[in-house]
C-alpha cells in the first residue's frame, strides 16, 4: 500500500505558562513555571495547595455567557486551542472538502468538575433528583471533539481517544494513521483536560502521587533532581492540525514539521507504577522508530514523560539509554513539564507542540528546578537542565504514557522537500 505523507500545518495551546502558541513558546523557550498556589477552590485541608492552572483565561472572552454554562471547561479548552490552530492553518471553511476532514481528541478524565458539581449539589439538597440538563452533555470525554465538529461543519471521523495521560498521544496517533491510509485531508487532533479541582486533588493525593513542595510551588515539578517527589497537577490544551502533504502543498500551506512514526505498548506491569527497567517504554520508542522508518542515531530531541516521580523518570530513561546506546548522550532530552506541569490527557499534545516549536526554531527548552543530581540517572545523559539549549533537530521524539500501562511515542521531521 502506498502511504500517504502526514504534515502538521497548526497549532493552537491554552496551558498554564502561555494562552496562544506564541506566549507558550516564550515561556518555553525562557523555562518559565507555571506552577502557583490553587485559586479554583479553597486548597488549604489538601496535602497539595499549589497546580499548574491557565492564567487569565475568562470564557466570557471566548464564549456568550449562555454557551459558557453548557461546557465544562475542559471543552472550553478544546475549542479555544482548536480554533487558534485552524486559524493558523489558514483553512478556507467554504473550500474544503469536510467529509473529508475529522476531529480525533484525546481526554483522560473529560468534564470532572461538572461531575463534581451536580454530585455536591444532590448531596446539598433533599434528596429530590435534581439534576442540570447539560450535566451528560457537559461531562462526557467525548463531548470535545463533537463541539469542535460542529462549530467547523467537519464530517468525517470523530471520537475521543481515552487512555489517561497517554490520550492526546493516541489521539494524534490515530489521526496520522487515518491520514496515511487516505480515508482524510484533514484531522484536528490534540487533546484537552481540567481536572484542578477538588475531587481531581483529592483524588491524586489520596494517591500520594502529587508533590507537596508547598513551600516552594514554582520548583515543584523538578523532573530527574533526586528531591523530586510527585507531579504537579495541570490543565488545558493543545491542538494539532495533521494534514496530507499534497493537500497542504496545493493549498500553499505553511508546513512545521512531517509527522513520520507513531508507537504504542503496554508495560503489562502495574495500574499506576512503570516497569522498573523500563520495558514497555522501550519497546514502544523502538515501535515508533521502526513504523518511521529511521535509526536510533537519527534522533536529535526527545521530550520525555519525565513527570517528576521518583519510579518513573528512572524507567524512562533506562529505557532511552537501551534504545539508543551510544548515541544516549548526544541527544537534548527534556522535560517541558518542569514548566507547564501535567496535563493528563492533554499532555501529550502540548507536548508535542512543544518538540514542533523547538524543531523550528533550533532551540530546546530546559528542564527546569534542577538542583540535585541523582545517582541512579546515567551522567553522560544531556538533560538539557535549567538553561534552554540551541541545537538543530532534524528528528524530534515525544514520549507519553498513562495509569494502566499505556505508552505512546510520537516521531516528528524537519520538512526537507
Known amino acids: 500500500m502506498n502511504l500517504k505523507r502526514v504534515v502538521v500545518t497548526g497549532l493552537g495551546a491554552l496551558t498554564p505558562i502561555g494562552n496562544t502558541i506564541e506566549e507558550y513558546w516564550e515561556a518555553l523557550r525562557t523555562g518559565k513555571s507555571g506552577c502557583a498556589p490553587v485559586t479554583h477552590y479553597d486548597a488549604e485541608k489538601f496535602k497539595t495547595k499549589f497546580a499548574c492552572e491557565v492564567k487569565n483565561y475568562n470564557p466570557i472572552d471566548y464564549f456568550d455567557r449562555k454557551e459558557a454554562r453548557k461546557l465544562d471547561k475542559f471543552a472550553q479548552f478544546a475549542i479555544v486551542a482548536s480554533e487558534e490552530a485552524i486559524k493558523d492553518a489558514a483553512i478556507d471553511l467554504a473550500t474544503v472538502d469536510k467529509f473529508r476532514i475529522g476531529v ?13 458539581q451536580e454530585v455536591l449539589n444532590y448531596a446539598a439538597g433533599d434528596g429530590t433528583p435534581r439534576f442540570n440538563p447539560f450535566f451528560i452533555p457537559k461531562m462526557i470525554a467525548d463531548i470535545a471533539p463533537g463541539h ?133 517504554v522501550e519497546r514502544v ?10 535509526k536510533p542515531e537519527d534522533v536529535d530531541a526527545i521530550n520525555t514523560h519525565g513527570t517528576s516521580t521518583p519510579l518513573g523518570d528512572v524507567a524512562e530513561l533506562k529505557a532511552i539509554t537501551k534504545v539508543f546506546g551510544d548515541h544516549a548522550p548526544n541527544i537534548n532530552i527534556n522535560s517541558t513539564k518542569s514548566m507547564t506541569g501535567h496535563l493528563l490527557g492533554a499532555a501529550g499534545a502540548i507536548e508535542a507542540i512543544a518538540s514542533i516549536l523547538a524543531m523550528e526554531h533550533g532551540i530546546v527548552p530546559p528542564t527546569i528546578n534542577h538542583t540535585t543530581v541523582d545517582e541512579s540517572i546515567d551522567p553522560s545523559l544531556n538533560l538539557t537542565l535549567n538553561k534552554a539549549q540551541k541545537r538543530e533537530i532534524k528528528y524530534a521524539m515525544s514520549n507519553t504514557f498513562g495509569f494502566g500501562g499505556h505508552n505512546a511515542c510520537v516521531l516528528f521531521k524537519k520538512l526537507d522537500e
Open 148 to 280: 469542535i465538529s460542529i462549530r467547523n461543519g467537519f464530517m468525517g471521523p470523530n471520537y475521543t481517544t481515552v487512555s489517561a495521560c497517554a490520550s492526546s498521544a493516541n489521539a494524534m496517533i490515530d489521526a496520522f494513521t487515518y491520514i496515511r491510509l487516505g480515508h482524510c485531508d484533514m484531522i484536528v487532533t490534540g487533546g484537552s483536560e481540567a481536572a484542578v479541582t477538588i475531587a481531581g486533588m483529592g483524588g491524586f493525593n489520596a494517591m500520594h502521587a502529587l508533590s507537596t513542595r508547598n513551600e516552594s510551588p514554582e520548583t515543584a515539578s523538578r523532573p530527574f533532581d533526586a528531591t523530586r517527589d510527585g507531579f504537579v497537577l495541570g490543565e488545558g490544551g493543545g491542538a494539532l492540525i495533521l494534514e496530507e502533504y499534497e493537500h497542504a502543498k496545493a493549498r500553499g500551506a505553511k508546513i512545521y514539521a512531517e509527522v513520520v512514526g507513531g508507537g504504542m505498548s503496554s508495560d503489562a506491569y502495574h495500574m499506576t507504577a512503570p516497569h522498573p527497567e523500563g520495558i514497555g
Open 285 to 294: 520508542m523502538l515501535n515508533c522508530l521502526q513504523d518511521a522508518g529511521i
Open 104 to 116: 480525533i481528541w484525546g481526554a483522560g478524565i473529560g468534564g470532572i468538575e461538572t461531575f463534581q
